[in-house]
Nanobody, 121 residues
């Protein structure tokens, strides 16, 4: 099993920055893709950014040029640097990670507990 612990974030004014981290621990052969998602009130959860084990990256169009995703493979941690934040980006941010299970020898997905980010105008 894999546990993901999210830290960082909170309350920031519009135009400000926040940094999130998500650390994976537990029993697994490897961590595959890691990603950040967010869900605003009344809206569906959406992908913010994903990063593959080899470093390939995908961003939502709305965050390109402002958000940066990075990972530390040695520590199985993914980061999300968010700059120039907008009030409409107030949401619950969560991370997930694909991993190869040591129990089933198959690929599975784990989710972190997430964190509420509030961007004030």
């Amino acid at each position: 099993q894999v546990q993901l612990v999210v830290s960082g974030g909170g309350l920031v004014q519009a135009g400000g920055s926040l940094r999130l981290s998500c650390a994976a621990s537990g029993s697994f052969f490897r961590i595959n893709d890691m990603g950040w998602y967010r869900q605003a009130p009344g809206k569906q959860r959406e992908l913010v950014a994903r990063i593959g084990s080899g470093g390939s990256i995908k961003y939502a169009d709305s965050v390109k040029g402002r958000f940066t995703i990075a990972r530390d493979n040695a520590h199985n941690t993914v980061y999300l640097q968010m700059n120039s934040l907008k009030p409409e980006e107030t949401a619950f941010y969560s991370c997930n990670a694909g991993y190869r299970s040591v129990v089933t020898y198959s690929d599975d997905i784990a989710w972190g507990q997430g964190t509420q980010e509030t961007v004030s105008s």
